[in-house]
């Protein structure tokens, strides 16, 4: 059982990791940090947390879980202010949807990664942002993907797969790498997407009836633009080459696609609708 | 009370429509005309419609309301085969994504778009095709868009009306041109888009794992990149010049946002994020 719970920044997915950890009797006590009083004061109203605090060493002190929930473009500044409180009988784990950046900011304060925190990337979200959209069940079959290091100690990586299996959560391991590649095509590119979909046609005459009968196409297209404007920034910017890499091969494929529609080809733009079909057709096979 | 309701193509929409008039006792019997004896026979063993007819034209003498679900491609032969047993006492009407070409099509054969004939657009489906996928309940609570033109028969408009109303939907109308005009951006632009993507990311070496951590961003537009390529290489072509257009704009747009990004302008990507989720939230305000 953990003693206290320490979440920094209780937005969305800080929240639900309060609310799941209380949910499932993980823990004793949760504090949380963050630098906006009025989201702290809303969790310890909404019984998310015990207690908040604005000064992020306050909180961790004495915890013995510490999650990371802040913006990844915050990662620096939290590492830093925790060092001086660093525990080494307490696990530490993150939230960041970019895991190269992350190993960064800790490499920057620390000098190398400490062994007892382990990256990790839970593959859940809304679009609504706040504490107030938290769930307790957010992480209920969803996957969390574990980035640990060489060094990490393999008892504290145990300790903080089976916290997120506790919480709900499939629990994967990849290499920070990997990950950051990956997501950049399954996650990052999506969102840039449709974040640029949406401002086009949002900049339109007809833009109130665009939204309007949006069913099937932009509406799914138009709900993850409602995501958070910082965080997504932060995202990008801690993503970047894997993301640029992949916009650039993604405006090549549009262009393609240009080319078959400009000149009418029937058969060829068929064919091209067919394989993306059955490429998305194959993993379903294979995974139902 | 429709005596012999007549659908053209048997598939996901037609087989809906079948479904739901009769949930809906809008008809004494529910025929169907389609080009595929094996679809036909489904139909008629899931008690979709009560006979089926590879002859078009056989399926349609007699009946009083036509309503043809073929992909947009199709309409020129259909027109065709309907003209000899044309019936200026039965209502027509269809379901096309695309208005314009469907008009073009009856122009082509009738000479001008018969009065009995009021083009109509359900904006509602699945990703799924066939008439296995029908729901009755398909249309319910879902918009449809008609398209008469200044000369349709305005009994006619009205019987057509109120046939989609009992279907379960909200009935709008709209210019024949401005249809094709929104519709290019709310649904045919993002299609293309899914596929896209879909095509890009299904032929990499990682595409298991991008298909597998796929939830909330790629989830998405996979699933609306499992649509029918046959409907949608019609689509495409019907509406062609609207749809370069936009893709052409979409393509700057991408354009512009890796400038954003290459340059790691953070409070560029910020304001960029928030005024994309801000024109969403903007129409979602209006309309909650």
Redesign the interface.
């Known amino acids: 059982m953990i003693q206290r719970l320490c979440v920094i920044g209780i937005g969305l997915i800080g929240g639900s990791v309060a609310l799941a950890a209380r949910a499932q009797g993980l823990c004793r006590e949760v504090v949380a940090a963050d630098r906006e009083e009025e989201a702290l004061r809303q969790a310890e109203k909404c019984g998310v947390i015990d207690r908040g605090y604005r000064d992020l060493s306050e909180a961790a002190r004495g915890a013995d879980a510490v999650v990371i929930a802040t913006p990844v ?1 915050r990662m620096t500044a939290v590492f830093e202010a925790l060092k001086p409180v660093w525990s080494t009988r307490a696990f530490y784990t993150d939230v960041g949807s970019t895991k190269a950046s992350v190993v960064q900011a800790a490499e920057s304060v620390f000098g190398r990664v400490p062994e007892n925190f382990v990256p990790a990337h839970p ?3 809304r679009e609504l942002s706040g504490v107030a959209a938290a769930l307790a069940d957010l992480f209920t079959g ?2 969390v ?1 574990l980035t640990p290091l060489p060094h990490t100690d393999v008892r504290v990586l145990e300790r903080v797969r089976v916290f997120w299996q506790r919480l709900g959560a499939e629990v994967h391991d990849m290499s920070v790498a990997h990950h950051d ?3 950049a ?20 005459d ?13 509406r ?8 958070c ?2 965080m ?3 995202i ?2 801690a993503n ?1 080459d894997e ?2 890499k992949l ?5 090549g ?3 393609r ?2 080319e078959l ?2 000149r ?1 080809d ?1 058969q060829a ?13 194959r ?2 096979d ?2 139902s």
Chains 1, 2 share one sequence.
Do not use: M, N
């Open positions: 473009g593959i859940a979200g969803k996957k993907i590649h990956v997501l095509a399954t996650s990052h590119l999506p969102h840039v997407i449709a974040y640029c979909l949406t401002h086009l046609l949002g900049r339109k007809e833009k109130d009836e665009i939204f309007q009968y949006a069913a099937g196409g932009f799914d297209f138009s709900r993850i633009a409602g995501s404007p910082v997504w920034a932060d990008c910017l970047r993301i640029l916009l650039r091969q993604f405006e494929e549009l262009q696609f240009d529609l400009s009418g029937r733009i068929h064919d091209y609708f067919a394989e993306a079909r059955t490429a998305r057709q993993f379903l294979r995974h």
